[in-house]
């Protein structure tokens, strides 16, 4: 069957009716921003819609926004939340666009304005004596990290990779990396803000300079990030600053042209590993071991197909790999994989974390994958890359469908999450054999570690790929997404979205109990009428 | 090939914006980071690779039609491929081809803007992309005693192309070039007048058409000349021939004069005995460089027929097709041979821009953006030209007529201070 006749057939022509802004509030916002950025155009804002994502979770679907506006500073912002909020419209800010729209930041409802915050683009201040810098929303990690790198400094990427916003992941309340194990995860990096409320006052935390002191409970900056995402949070934040972190990666060399960027020559003080262990305990007897000895520069476990995907150009050449037979006869379930990069600032450092390390692979049963090594003789390199500069990561991995669905994931303890990853693995892989998702025997659970131990803490995430034009497995993907959460709570686990429930509230926010009920109150507050965050936020109530 | 086969790639898009930057593991600074011309411009994600798709598959899905600023938003876009290559550094995804299409499906429907058409009007009247007289076209060489092919055989054909042949200041350095192939001892000869466009330009302003009528043409006359070799100072021509050709299934003998020369260098048959003592930086055109990958499949001569082909289920999921694509991913445009040419000339300093080889940015001329929104066109250059001069560099060298010219336009609208030069021109300079 032809691909076209395929697509069409499964996936109806839609044309959802058109919100269109009332002349008059499309006048006040075109006064705000000026002509050039901001449009209605069907043709133009079609380029924003979200699809096949938003099916998954049940909501969104095929939605456009009515307009879109690009304001180019604070100020612009604070004034087209006002217009907003005065009319009842909803507003959905957006930085790099990335991140499985809508689910963190697509469009939910036809009236809902998209705020792109393209112009904003600015690396405000690099400060290496404090050690933070300040960033608008546009600036992506890669241009960050191209600076920063430059002068021996680093910043968190989390694992969708280098076109992420520092300034969106940094403000919301996940958002884990492979660096995780060394510089924690978003949130923790947050120093301070400018943030613009849903009825559009400016307001800036951190106080004095861009420092804000986190402490225990519920804190300001909690309830204003919320979850995650702008669907999950209130208002827009407009500069953020974040904590950097020291680079080992100096002595690098890289040659050659894309796609095929070698490194001929890897840090000086850093090494990295692709580990196979025999068995999940294995893997997290390993985990702890790695925080225990304070080690580690960056870490994922990573399925193995999914490490076929990211190790290879294509998806032909992924095809071609698998066709060898090296995922079942080498490092499949129930074998467990890990990478890791080891990361110096000293020589004696350096010999001293390598050790330490092959030490650690001894007793936990790690072994190098040779067969690996020989099929792929680039594995070294993209480890490498994938680890201390998280190049291709996400992206690379889910070529293969073209999109991904993120179901439960959790910040917990190493034990807690390992039992997690198994149980929801059975769970995928029943609609795995069902050929409703990419067939990776369970696996696909992609994990982080973090802190070096202060939390003693890993991230998981379940993730899993359907084909965007099958309408058969996107329902699946719905499917498992809901089913998977009842089990999950009865092991006494909060689930993914649990904490910021909003659209899922009657489902999952049980399981968040008062942290839900304070959630809808303070939501009552800033945005009674619920203009920001109207899926993974607590919705105001009219009782509270 | 049509717009709808791509549905699949359209729906892949996982709108990460990779399209719009220099992958990270190439990255040299913030200011010289972003790879996408219209973007830059325009702001809007859907003038980017990724908003493209999503537009494309909003208007096959009948979400919208056409309209004025729709139709601006897809003839906004030099086509130069920049998103197309950063995309499949990590992903697997045709957004160059989606993109063509699109335009291909806007001619389809008589949706065109004016001041294209008037330019296509003048190819199918007058053969060039200039909106000039087909009689002058072999203006350029009179008085060389050179081949006329539509009389005489040779081994060699020198095609001129339109923007070579009709901008008069361009002529010194094709005359030139025509000498040094001459003195090397090459088996040349031109078809004058009688030459016809490559009607590269003319497929990427979605007039496929065109491309192929005017490609049978250059065949059979090339055929009728005995001609087994093209070379071209054109990079537009050079990826028609190369690429847009071989994507129709004719695989053409072609050569860049950078590459040809480079060659002649290699067998001792250039050498230079003067020193230019000049800073230069390079400027990779776009079709020399990604744009020019040949299409080669698995089975040799077999055409780009995606649509007809079934999606393998890998592991599940569709991912690959039953035939492989075509391996084009930028890494095989000529990026070497005119950086040796360039090295291989006494007192010539090279200094790099930050963004070059297969992630260059585009000059601003491409895709027939310099006809219908010169403007546009300009204020790209000009861009480039700002990173150019962040070099230190003397002069901006390049080897496509299109890039000199529309560098030259900026520079004269703008006052920026900085040489243009072909790269002929340093080689003619050096002999």
């Given amino acids: 069957m032809k691909v076209s006749e395929r697509v069409r057939d499964v996936l109806p022509v839609i044309k959802p009716k058109r919100n269109k802004l009332p002349k008059e509030i499309y006048e006040a916002l075109q006064a705000i921003v000026g002509p050039d950025n901001i449009t209605e155009d069907y043709g133009i804002v079609d380029g924003y819609h979200n699809y096949t994502t938003g099916q998954v979770l049940g909501v969104g679907t095929m939605i456009a926004p009515p307009a879109v506006v690009l304001p ?99 403000t919301q309340g996940w958002g884990m990396g492979f660096d995780s194990i060394f510089q924690g995860w978003s949130g923790r990096n947050f120093l301070g803000g400018e943030w613009v409320s849903p009825t559009g006052e400016i307001m800036r935390i951190g106080a004095p300079g861009w420092f804000y002191p986190d402490s225990p409970g519920t804190s300001f900056y909690g309830i204003i990030r919320g979850g995650m995402g702008p669907l999950g949070g209130m208002g827009t934040f407009t500069k953020c600053a974040i904590k950097i972190y020291p680079w080992a990666g100096q002595g690098e060399k890289k040659v050659g042209d894309l796609p095929k960027i070698r490194w001929e020559k890897f840090g000086d003080r850093m090494k990295s590993w692709y580990l196979t262990f025999p068995s999940m305990d294995d893997m997290t007897e390993f985990m702890y071991m790695i925080n225990k000895a304070h080690i580690g520069y960056s870490m994922d476990k990573n399925g193995a197909v999914a490490a076929v995907f990211l190790m290879t150009d294509s998806n032909d050449e992924a095809y071609n790999m698998l066709a060898t037979g090296i995922v079942d006869e080498s490092f499949g379930p129930p074998k467990v994989n890990v990478g890791l990069l080891i990361g110096a600032f000293s020589d004696r450092e350096f010999k001293y974390q390598v050790k330490v390390a092959e030490e650690i692979f001894r007793r936990s049963n790690a072994s190098i994958n040779e067969d690996l090594m020989a099929t792929y003789p680039m594995c070294d390199e993209v480890i490498y890359s994938h680890l201390a500069w998280n190049t291709g990561t996400a992206q690379g991995v889910f070529k293969a469908a073209g999109t991904f669905y993120v179901g439960i994931s959790y910040m917990d303890t190493t034990d807690v999450c390992s039992i997690g990853s198994i149980l929801y693995g059975k769970m995928k892989k029943e609609y795995e054999d069902r050929g409703l998702m990419l067939q990776e025997g369970g696996e696909s659970n992609w994990a982080a570690y973090y802190e070096g131990g202060t939390l003693g803490g890993l991230h998981t995430e379940t993730i899993w790929q359907g084909d965007n034009s099958d309408l058969e497995q996107i329902l699946a993907c719905n499917d498992l997404f809901f089913k998977a959460c009842k089990p999950w709570m009865d092991h006494g686990m909060t689930p993914f979205w649990g904490k910021h429930v909003g659209h899922f509230g009657p489902l999952i926010g049980g399981a968040a109990v008062t942290a839900y009920e304070y959630r809808c109150k303070i939501k009552k507050t800033f945005d009674s009428k619920n203009v920001f965050g109207n899926i993974l936020y607590a919705l105001p109530r009219e009782d509270d | 090939m049509a ?286 460089g990604r744009l020019s990958e040949r299409y080669e499949y698995s089975s040799p001569g077999k055409p780009y027929i995606m649509d007809e082909q079934p999606l393998a289920k890998v592991k599940g999921i569709c991912c690959v097709y039953e035939e492989p694509k075509p391996w084009r991913r930028g890494a095989n445009g000529i990026y070497d041979q005119p950086r040796e040419v360039l090295k291989s000339i006494p007192g010539v300093k090279l200094t790099e821009m930050e963004r070059r080889r297969s992630w260059a940015f585009c000059c601003g001329a491409g895709g027939g953006v310099m006809q219908s929104n010169p403007e546009y066109a300009q204020s790209t250059a000009r861009l480039r030209i700002d990173e150019a001069l962040d070099t230190g560099a003397e002069a901006l060298v390049t080897a496509c007529g299109w890039c000199e010219r529309n560098f030259r336009d900026a520079i004269k609208s703008n006052g920026h201070g900085i040489e243009v030069y072909d790269i002929l021109d340093l080689v003619l300079k050096a002999i």
């Fill in chain 1, 72 to 170: 180019g500073s604070t100020e612009e912002v604070a004034a087209i939340q006002r217009v907003l909020y005065r009319n009842h419209l909803k507003c959905c800010p957006i930085t790099t666009n990335y991140g499985a729209p809508p689910l963190w930041g697509g469009i939910t409802t036809k009236d809902m304005i998209y705020m792109d915050l393209r112009r904003m683009n600015k690396i405000l201040e690099i400060d290496t004596k404090n050690m933070y810098v300040i960033v608008e929303p546009f600036v992506n990690a890669a241009q960050l990290n191209g600076e920063l790198h430059k002068i021996g400094y680093t910043n968190h990427c989390t694992g969708p990779g280098p076109t992420i916003s520092p300034l969106a992941t940094t």
């Fill in chain 2, 3 to 288: 717009l709808q086969d791509y549905i699949n790639d359209m729906m892949r898009c996982e709108k990460d914006s990779v399209c719009k930057f220099i992958p990270l593991s190439i990255f040299d600074s913030k200011k010289y980071s972003e790879i996408c011309p219209s973007i830059i411009r325009y702001n809007f994600h859907t003038y980017s690779g990724s908003g493209r798709l999503f537009h494309a598959l909003g208007f096959l899905r009948g979400r919208h039609d056409y309209s004025d600023d729709m139709i601006n938003m897809v003839y906004n876009c030099q086509m130069c491929g920049g998103c197309d290559v950063t995309c499949k550094a990590v992903r697997d995804l045709e957004v160059l081809e989606t993109l063509i299409e699109m335009r291909v499906r806007c001619v389809e429907d008589g949706q065109i803007p004016d001041n294209v058409l008037e330019v296509i009007d003048g190819l199918k009247k007058e053969n060039n992309m200039m909106i000039e007289k087909k009689a002058d076209r072999g203006k350029w060489a009179d008085g060389l005693k050179i081949k006329d092919l539509a009389k005489e055989k040779a081994e060699v054909c020198f095609h001129a192309g339109c923007r070579f042949s009709y901008d008069d200041t361009l002529w010194p350095t094709l005359r030139g070039a025509v000498e040094v192939l001459q003195k090397a001892k090459v088996d040349i000869g031109i078809f004058g007048a009688s030459e016809n466009c490559c009607a590269g330009r003319a497929y990427e302003m979605g007039f496929q058409g065109e491309l192929v009528s005017f490609m049978q043409s250059n065949l059979d006359a090339w055929k009728n000349a005995g001609v087994k070799v093209i070379v071209t100072p054109c990079s537009d021509c050079y990826a028609a021939f190369k690429a847009w050709y071989s994507r129709f299934g004719n695989a053409v003998e072609v050569y860049h004069i950078t590459e040809y020369i480079h060659k002649l260098i290699q067998e001792g048959k250039i050498k230079f005995k003067k020193s230019v003592p000049l800073h230069i930086t390079y400027h990779d055109p776009c079709h020399l």
